[in-house]
């Protein structure tokens, strides 16, 4: 069974910095294109970052460009998330899902049933 599970949430002061986990099971996560996404309250989910295959090119949203770098660990099927610089509007929850194609550089996430998300975590940054 595929399934994908968000770690290292919290709770952190503005100027902070949290690294976000997303272990993989039932698959092989360098097989497959990885993506973060985030909600934040009253707002529609949006696409964060990612990281492709085979080469690893990695993608950010303009509005975590140079603060945030995904990476991903083939021997532990682990995707990360550093987040440095964290602003009270990087405040929502972040999911992590596969297989997400990047369009026009908008990232998009599985539709229910073809791919998987993670249950999502809480990201706070206060002021």
């Known amino acids: 069974q595929v399934q994908l599970v968000e770690s290292g949430g919290g709770l952190v002061q503005a100027g902070g910095s949290l690294r976000l986990s997303c272990a993989a099971s039932?698959?092989?996560?360098?097989?497959?294109?990885i993506g973060w996404f985030r909600q934040a309250p009253g707002k529609e989910r949006e696409g964060v970052s990612c990281?492709?295959?085979?080469?690893?090119?990695?993608h950010y949203a303009d509005s975590v460009k140079g603060r945030f770098t995904i990476s991903r660990d083939n021997h532990n099927n682990t995707v990360y998330l550093q987040m440095n610089s964290l602003k009270p509007e990087d405040t929502a929850v972040y999911y992590c899902?596969?297989?997400?194609?990047?369009?026009?550089?908008?990232?998009?996430?599985?539709?229910?049933?073809?791919?998987?998300w993670g249950q999502g975590i809480q990201v706070t940054v206060s002021s």
């Open positions: 899902a596969t297989p997400v194609t990047l369009v026009g550089g908008t990232l998009f996430g599985p539709h229910e049933g073809l791919g998987s």
């Open positions: 039932g698959f092989t996560a360098d097989g497959y294109a």
């Open positions: 990281i492709s295959v085979p080469g690893g090119t990695t």
